[in-house]
Every structure is written in structure tokens, then in C-alpha cells.
């Protein structure tokens, strides 16, 4: 999905005179977030690994009797062996049902996965974790009130430079599940393993992926690590003058507010562009101040 051309910051005035004074942006640990949930809910398989389990077996036994559609080649290390074993035994005159006794299932192999899932994604990895929080809507009243001052602050628009690989490229869209998201099928993975693409995406659901009652912030984010920045929370990292592309007012910000950062847009930020938002018959719109 393309990233789009200009990404937002919702912000009291207060911050917003921090950062164009400083030219900088805070990027934030998720420990200091607002939702306790975040890099926490942790993805999971549709089959389970437990329901998986009873067709993994007869799936390779058909297999090495060459009744199966299972991709041999890609099978997992543990799982070819045990096609490797299967198919020399039947190659001896063994039947293939002898080998499909019923055992009890492994009810905590689930439970198993998420511990190492959690042992992986751990207090480190969200310590160190430092994400740029925006979105892609500049008149989102929800988010006026809750982020902006209650509309008395304003909204930081930015753009991503190519010519200067700006992190904006990078961003990616939080989705929104009522339940924990799936990653793919427990039979794949107990069959072929873990892989490049089964990591990339129990990463982007651990990482961008909130619950369904946050949805209505409409988020991008964009996620660094950063080891050597001690106990801090958090990391105050510079972005290029020309990113800044406009500042807007919220409804109720004060003629000083107003004064103090235009001024300080004018001498810092000059490719800025200054809007203010204006209730029209209740519907919020931008206008150029």
C-alpha cells in the first residue's frame, strides 16, 4: 500500500512550539503509550497448532505412499525427516495406516508459541522500540479533541523528501482487529516451518496492529530502534526544514498561539504552508490563514 503524500501530527500548541523551535520530533517507546496493549496482543494460527497437529501426520504418511499435494521440497526440517523415515519404511512393506495410530494432542503447543513469541518481543524489544505516531486525515474531530487541545492546538502536517530517503517512505498503516489477528495456517507452519514472510508479518501485526476500538484514528506509524539511549522512553530525532509542509490552528486556538507560531514558522519554515480549521454549517474544513 503507498504511503500517502503527506502524513500528520496532531499536537497541543504548547509541543508544537517545542518542535519548531527545536526541529524535532519526539518518537515514543509503545511502554508510554496510551493503549496498555500495544506490542502485546500477540498474533495467532487459523487452524491452531493444536488442531493442526492430527493432520500433519497423515498428510506426510500420504505423502510418502505419493497420494498428497503437500510441497515436499519446502517441508520443514523435523517434518522431512519424518517423510524421509515414513517413505523408506513403506519402501520396506510397511502400510501406510500403520503408521497413523491416534496419540493425545498437545493441548499447550499454542500456549507454547505465544511464550516464545513473547520471549522474542520482550521488554527489550518494546523499550527500545521508538515510534513516530500520525495520520492521514488533517480534519478527524475525534482526534482535534483527544490530541489537539480539544481543537485549541494545532496539526503539524509533513512530507516524505526522496531525494533525502526521509523516514515518511517508510511508514506503514495501523489496522484494526476486534481479535488478535491471524498470521496464516497452523498446518503451514507445523509443515514448513518458520519462514521470511511468516516473520515479516508476525512482526507488522505485533507492531501495526491495535485493537478495533482505536480505529477511528486512522494511524501510520513509523518504528525505529535505538539500543543506546538508556532508561529513556523516548528519542528526540530532527527532521529536515522542507518535510514541514503546513502548520494548521485548530478552532479554538488563541490569537496568541496564533502569533507565536506563525512567526516561528515564517522565520524557521518558509515552503510552510499556515491554515486555520472553520466549522462550517458542523463540518470542519481548512482554510489558508
Not at 497423515?58 to 515436499?72: E, F, P, Q
Not at 519402501?91 to 513473547?118: P, T, V
Not at 520471549?119 to 492521514?136: P, Y
Not at 515518511?168 to 497452523?186: C, D, F, M, N, W
Request: proline share 6%; charged share 25%.
Amino acid at each position: 500500500m503507498d504511503t500517502p503524500s503527506h502524513l500528520y501530527k496532531y499536537t497541543s500548541a504548547d509541543t508544537a512550539k517545542v518542535v519548531l523551535s527545536t526541529g524535532c520530533l519526539r518518537w515514543s517507546s509503545p511502554e508510554i503509550f496510551n493503549d496498555p496493549a500495544e506490542f502485546r496482543r500477540l498474533p495467532s494460527f487459523e487452524p491452531s497448532l493444536v488442531d493442526s497437529i492430527p493432520q500433519v501426520p497423515r498428510l506426510v504418511v500420504a505423502a510418502a505412499a505419493g497420494d498428497s499435494t503437500i510441497d515436499v521440497e519446502r517441508l520443514c526440517a523435523p517434518t522431512r525427516q519424518l517423510y524421509d523415515l515414513v517413505s523408506w519404511a513403506i519402501s520396506q512393506g510397511m502400510k501406510a495406516e500403520d503408521f497413523l495410530d491416534e496419540h493425545e494432542e498437545d493441548r499447550a503447543l499454542d500456549a507454547i508459541y505465544h511464550e516464545r513469541l513473547r520471549e522474542f518481543f520482550g521488554e527489550n524489544f518494546t523499550k527500545q522500540a521508538r515510534v513516530l505516531c500520525l495520520t492521514a486525515n488533517p480534519l478527524n474531530p475525534a482526534m482535534w479533541a483527544n490530541y489537539a487541545q480539544s481543537h485549541a492546538g494545532c496539526l503539524l502536517g509533513f512530507k516524505h523528501l526522496p531525494e533525502l530517503s526521509t523516514p515518511l517512505q517508510e511508514a506503514k498503516r495501523v489496522t484494526y482487529h476486534e481479535t488478535a489477528p491471524l498470521i496464516g495456517s497452523g498446518l503451514d507452519f507445523l509443515l514448513y516451518g518458520d519462514s521470511k514472510e511468516l516473520r515479516e508479518r508476525t512482526i507488522d501485526y505485533i507492531c501495526f496492529a491495535k485493537k478495533a476500538e482505536w480505529q477511528y484514528e486512522q494511524e501510520w506509524r513509523v518504528i525505529t530502534w535505538r539500543s543506546n539511549e538508556g532508561h529513556s522512553l523516548h528519542g528526540d530525532y530532527p527532521f529536515f526544514p522542507d518535510e514541514l509542509e503546513s502548520l494548521t490552528f485548530g478552532l479554538r486556538a488563541s490569537d496568541d498561539d496564533v502569533n507565536d507560531l506563525t512567526a516561528l514558522t515564517r522565520s524557521k519554515y518558509p515552503a510552510c504552508s499556515v491554515f486555520r480549521v472553520v466549522s462550517e454549517h458542523g463540518e470542519l474544513k481548512r482554510v489558508r490563514a
